[in-house]
């Protein structure tokens, strides 16, 4: 299993690399949804295909403070997924996540604090 590089700070962390037995491999992930709020919590949603131990990773973004997203479609299918500490335009600390294109969306989603859940089992069929 390639590891991700995620920062040790990033709150229930454990709990993910205790499900997977390691942190999963975003590579052909497929983001099952994304929902954006103004104020409070905002959700990005991707299942890291991983048969052995399937489940769906939740990322809990608490003020959302700038985005740049591209191309969603049916399916979004990313080759990447990367967590860093970054500044944001105003030169406050955030947690960016990126997703690298693969097919439909992709970009990048700061916060001020990010959180991860693990969801078991598959991700509904969309049809």
């Known amino acids: 299993m390639k590891q991700v590089q995620v920062p040790s700070t990033l709150s229930g962390k454990d709990a993910v690399v205790q499900w997977f037995g390691g942190c999963p491999d975003f590579h052909d992930a497929e983001v099952v949804s994304l929902t954006l709020a103004r104020s409070g919590e905002s959700l990005l949603r991707v299942y890291p295909y991983h048969p052995a131990k399937p489940a769906m990773v939740d990322f809990v973004l608490e003020q959302v403070t700038d985005l740049e997203l591209a191309d969603f ?20 600390g955030v947690t960016r996540i990126n997703m690298g294109p693969c097919f439909g969306l992709n970009g990048w989603i700061d916060a001020k604090r990010v959180r991860l859940q693990v969801i078991p089992g598959e991700p509904p069929i969309l049809v």
Do not use: H, K, M
């Open 73 to 92: 479609s049916v399916q979004n299918v990313i080759s990447s997924l990367s967590v860093e500490a970054r500044t944001d335009q105003t030169g406050e």
